[in-house]
């Protein structure tokens, strides 16, 4: 078990270009949660899977937001056409059904 | 709809004192779930500790323990003979059954003196 694993942990972009971010969970976990947390701010929920099914979409989630999770197994999400209100840290999280969530270092992306 | 209010943006407390973070939430579901994560500078979130709103019995986990107050909707953290490696900020978090995505408070962040 090596934990939840994001990449890349650092990216900088262009305003309206498209980024990619990549969670690999804990293999035996079925559920994955994206959050994005801005500075001084707790993680707002974005999305979550079960396993490949994506069950839940928040409204923070604008149609430049997309994210899959192919064969339940890692996670992308893509930002179309960034802009500078999406920098942040996006953090992804997985768990077994009912218990508690292990989160991932972070993807911190800076929009200049 | 979940809420969860953190009404203290930052605490201190001296090395080997005890010291309580703050926590209120409010939600209409009868089935939840309660934690409490850290997280460190620069580094990832971690569970400290979870309570479940059926289990009148106060969580504990080494030093750490909660004070579960479920008709008061308040559930504050107690950290016992603090350590300069519990420095962090701290983040109250809910959940419900069903879709188990966590609600945050805003954090707390913890100084510990030397």
């Known amino acids: 078990d090596t934990g939840v694993s994001q990449d890349p942990r650092h990216k900088i972009t262009k305003r309206g270009q498209n980024v990619t971010f990549r969670c690999d969970p804990i293999s035996e976990h079925n559920r994955l949660y994206w959050y994005r947390q801005t500075l001084g701010q707790g993680p707002e929920f974005l999305t979550y899977?079960?396993?490949?099914?994506?069950?839940?979409k928040s409204r923070l989630l604008s149609d430049r937001f997309s994210a899959e999770r192919p064969k339940g197994s890692f996670s992308t999400l893509e930002i179309q056409r960034t802009e500078q209100g999406d920098s942040a840290m996006y953090l992804c999280?997985?768990?077994?059904?009912?218990?508690?969530?292990?989160f991932g270092p972070g993807t911190r992306l800076t929009v200049t | 709809a979940q809420t969860v209010t953190q009404s203290q943006p930052e605490m201190s407390v001296q090395e080997a004192e005890t010291v309580t973070l703050s926590c209120t939430y409010d939600?209409?579901?009868?089935?939840?779930?309660l934690f409490w994560y850290k997280q460190p500078p620069s580094r990832q979130m971690i569970l400290v500790i979870r309570q479940e709103a059926y289990k009148q019995q106060n969580a504990t986990e080494n030093r750490f323990s909660v004070n579960f107050q479920k008709a008061a909707k308040s559930f504050s953290l107690k950290i016992s003979d603090s350590q300069l490696g519990d420095a962090a900020m701290y983040f109250c978090a809910a959940t419900t059954s069903g879709t188990y995505k966590y609600i945050f408070g805003t954090g707390t962040r913890l100084k510990v003196l030397a």
């Open positions: 999280a997985s768990s077994l059904a009912n218990d508690e969530q292990y």
């Open positions: 899977f079960q396993n490949e099914a994506q069950l839940e």
């Open positions: 939600t209409s579901e009868s089935d939840y779930y």
